[in-house]
């Protein structure tokens, strides 16, 4: 179908114009100029009639390109009007001419600087929030726990033991792998490193030392974070979606009692026996590669690790663990608690609970550093 | 041009779909003609908005043949399926509007990616169609997350009619809708097809939608269809799932003294 036309009469001092032709949106691209073109030409003019009888299909694109034709000279205070319109196409010629076709104009945008600041600021109030939605879970947590106390057939123990199998036996495989292979790259890049001044054997002290008291532990945390806490947040996140939050509440029962204590304990059991595993495992990698890249047998290796490493070390890293699971846990369950409606919010609260809780681990791990070095161990 | 009466623009025969082991759809014959409003109707799981989407093309089918403004889906060319992408609209039953566009980015995506048309005229005529639905140009700017649900119906309904469609797809336009919004919903669909003269497909349960809006009804069952035509001929048939839909206890009873009378 060929694109409309627009032919031009002069008629007195007033224009008549004939569409003919396809006035569909496929051909609005060659129209709008066109259209443009003779709206600018016939400036001067007292009156306007567009007949549109030979128009073959038209639509509101078509319609609107010869309104805002129209409305060009209506506001040059010339006559216009349309002549020969078909009872087919009158429904949408109304409808067209009813619209504005305006967008009100855009509300003005605040200074940018007085913006970043005010963005600070809300940022820094959001911070505070969290820290007191975080104690407050904390508190709350307690609560649970101590009402739990004293009537412990009230405790969901088959929910815990649920959450620990997810948490903590499914979690072994990966977290063995991930620890066996930091163990290994902090030994290969140790004796790399240490071989220069011919001080191999010190390889061990460090891959001992680092692993129990920070690797093993941080890494077991962050991937805990990760894999569990995001878990969380995803599972209440739903949860909170679907009212089944509300519903529990509404029957009387405590959602953090039913829900987050006996995950969080379940958090507290897991994250010490597997920091324990990886611990293990990164001892294990690195005693490997110390002896098939550095040469340091195994014998020697234990012997020179069990003079380097004191009981002391393996505690400070466990004492950590369970910790770190319980500020885990509380990022994970506060974040998910604080979901709303739409899906969008489920992903970046879960986005929000690991990077947080990673975040709030190593905050920890350092605030324990100061605390560990000051009591002098 | 004066498009022929009674002329098909979407002609399915003998359509197979099935889910894994279920046949969904066993054999389905249904017309859709030009100009008019034809509802899809059944039970819960009867397969109506799997037959709106094996039509729109989203999910596949086993065996059968689907005609859409003349051309045969299977054997169209990547170029002849576009150029029908563009010439139907979608509304989707929750709206899918991108949340992360404005309303106004929303109408404009595809007009911006089928027409190649001045930034002007591509805002004045996501303006029109915003209008057109009755929405105030102010929600242009807004985001799909801060309308309520009737709006995002609107401005969905906005979207799907951006390129001027000559075939509508409605999953559960009303669904949702408090029956005051769901009946200027429908008066608003009503309108629109008799302004631009769209052909509508509707999706349904709303039974005041089906007599108010539609022209025609089609009934889904066992993965057939079991009866096509008019409210009329709905009211009149014996057949035991139509007489408990359409006689139960939401049908109103000024239907009946209607045919009755």
Known sequence: MTAGTLISGQRGDGLALAATGSWTAEHARTLEPMVDAVTRQKASVRSVAIDVARIDRIDSYGAWLLERALRTWSSQGCETRIVGLSEDYRGLFEKIRAGTHKLTPEPRRPNPIVATFESVGKTMTLVGEDLALLVQMLGALIVAFLRVLVRPYTFRFTSMVNH????????????????????????????????????????????????????????????????????????????????????????????????????????????????????????????????LYGGISPTIFMNRLHDAVSVQSFEVGMIKAPFMAVIIGLVACVEGLQVKGSAESLGTKTTDSVVKSIFLVIVLDGAFAVFFASIGI | MVPAPNSEVIKVRDLIVDFEAHRVLNGVNVDLYRGEILGFVGASGAGKSTLARTI????????????????????????????????????????????????????EFPIREYLRLSDRLITEMAVAKLEMVGLSPDVYREYPSELSGGMIKRAALARALALD?????????????????????????????????????????????????????????DGKIILAGTMDKMLESKHPWLMSYFHGDRAHADWHVRVKG
């Open chain 2, 165 to 221: 469609p000559e075939i509508l797809f409605l999953d559960e336009p009303t669904s949702g809708l408090d029956p005051i919004s769901a009946g200027e919903f429908d008066q608003l669909i009503l309108t629109l097809q008799q302004t631009l003269g769209i052909s509508v497909l509707m999706v349904t349960h709303d039974l005041d939608s089906l007599h108010r809006v539609c022209d025609r009804i089609a009934v889904l069952g």
């Open chain 2, 56 to 107: 729109i093309g989203l999910l596949p089918k086993r065996a059968g043949r689907i005609e859409v403004l003349g051309v045969d889906i299977d054997r169209a060319s990547h170029e002849q399926k576009r150029a029908i992408d563009r010439r139907w609209g979608v509304l989707f039953q929750q709206g899918a509007l991108f949340s992360s566009l404005t309303v106004g980015k929303n109408i």
């Open chain 1, 164 to 291: 620990l199998e997810r948490v903590g036996w499914n979690a072994v495989p990966i977290i063995l792998m991930i620890t066996l292979l930091i163990g290994a790259i902090l030994a290969q890049q140790g004796i790399f490193h240490f071989r220069t001044f011919g001080a191999d054997i010190y390889v061990v002290d460090m891959v001992g030392v680092l692993v129990l008291r920070e690797i093993g532990v941080v890494i077991v945390c962050i991937m805990v974070a990760g894999r569990s806490g995001s878990a969380y947040t995803a599972e209440l996140g739903s949860m909170k979606m679907r009212e089944e939050i509300d519903a529990l509440r509404t029957m009387g029962f405590d959602p953090v009692e039913v829900l987050i204590l006996p995950r969080i304990l379940a958090l507290v059991i897991a994250v010490p026996i597997l920091t324990f595993l990886g611990s293990m495992a990164a001892l294990y990698g690195g005693g490997l590669v110390s002896w």
